[in-house]
């Protein structure tokens, strides 16, 4: 029982941890947010951003509230599935491996972003609606300085196995900071 109510927790904090990720980085990324996919991403997270941000004003395009507000949650998230496993750790350990998980969590968004705008390139090439806009707002500031280096082959655009290899190299290497794994 306790493994499926870990289970429960991780994926469904984790799905919410992911909407408030892509919060923090359309604005970075200059996504539109007339997107109705964007609009729903902030209707969504907005009853915890919105009251902290009253408090937290964003520095410019840093969206401070967000960022603190994922930052808590996935440190209670932590802190909850440590007692779920009857462990516990030391609460800068915990900080530690919570901003390390936000990390990794974006660097997991970016790797699928990519793959998703892989897929869509095969299946619906020059197709336009809401996710493809906004996969590609993801996707592109990752691919554009690699397509820089890497030529095509035959017109096709390898970019996109070199960012995931380095996306997956960033995961791993920062999977090997964190103090404990839970």
Avoid: C
Wanted: glycine content about 4%; cysteine-free; proline content about 7%.
């Amino acid at each position: 029982m306790a493994q499926a109510l870990y289970f429960i927790v991780k994926t469904l904090t984790q799905l919410y941890l992911l909407l408030l990720l892509l919060r923090f980085w359309l604005p970075w990324l200059r996504a539109d947010f007339r997107n109705p996919i964007a609009q729903g991403i902030l209707r969504f997270t907005s009853p915890l951003i919105i009251p902290i941000r009253r408090l937290l004003p964003s520095a410019g395009r840093l969206d401070t509230a967000t960022i603190l507000v994922a930052f808590v949650l996935e440190f209670l998230t932590i802190l909850a599935l440590l007692a779920l496993g009857g462990r516990m750790a030391d609460p800068v350990a915990i900080a530690i491996v919570a901003a390390l998980e936000l990390t990794i969590l974006s660097l997991n968004l970016f790797f699928f972003a990519i793959l998703i705008r892989i897929i869509l390139s095969w299946v619906a090439p020059h197709s336009y609606n809401p996710v493809t806009a906004l996969v590609s707002t993801l996707a592109e500031p990752i691919l554009a300085p690699l397509r820089r280096y890497i030529p095509q082959i035959g017109g096709l655009d390898i970019s996109p196995i070199f960012a995931i290899v380095l996306l997956q190299a960033g995961v791993i290497f920062l999977q090997t900071l964190k103090p404990f794994h839970f």
